[in-house]
């Protein structure tokens, strides 16, 4: 069982950064492949980018490369989630979600565990 909590979303200017964070607990955090996805009011649930239990795969959506990274540090049990020059269109629920499986997935039904959602909103 992994307990998620995200944190650091908040009310941003188009151009602006946020750091938004996923402290995970229970067991074995560094075996997980973690991910993050977001879900605009009316829009389903999307894939953001994920990152394997090492850290040497991340995988991102079209829409974020080149502006988001993602980033874990396994000592601390935490994912990040590093987002620049932030658009209208990025404004949603950032939630943070673990995998057991190996691979990056980028369906909501590929994770296990979901964190409770951030909200991030930027303002044009």
């Known amino acids: 069982q992994v307990q998620l909590v995200e944190s650091g979303g908040g009310l941003v200017q188009a151009g602006g950064s946020l750091r938004l964070s996923c402290a995970a607990s229970?067991?074995?955090?560094?075996?997980?492949?973690m991910g993050w996805f977001r879900q605009a009011p009316g829009k389903e649930r999307e894939f953001v980018t994920g990152?394997?239990?090492?850290?040497?795969?991340?995988d991102y959506a079209a829409s974020v490369k080149g502006r988001f990274t993602i980033s874990r540090d396994n000592a601390k049990n935490t994912v990040y989630l590093q987002m620049n020059s932030l658009k209208p269109e990025d404004t949603a629920v950032y939630y943070c979600?673990?995998?057991?499986?190996?691979?990056?997935?980028?369906?909501?039904?590929?994770?296990?565990?979901w964190g409770q959602g951030t909200q991030v909103t930027v303002s044009s």
């Open positions: 229970g067991r074995a955090f560094s075996s997980y492949t």
């Open positions: 979600a673990a995998s057991r499986g190996a691979r990056i997935g980028t369906m909501p039904g590929h994770y296990d565990y």
């Open positions: 990152i394997s239990w090492s850290g040497g795969n991340t």
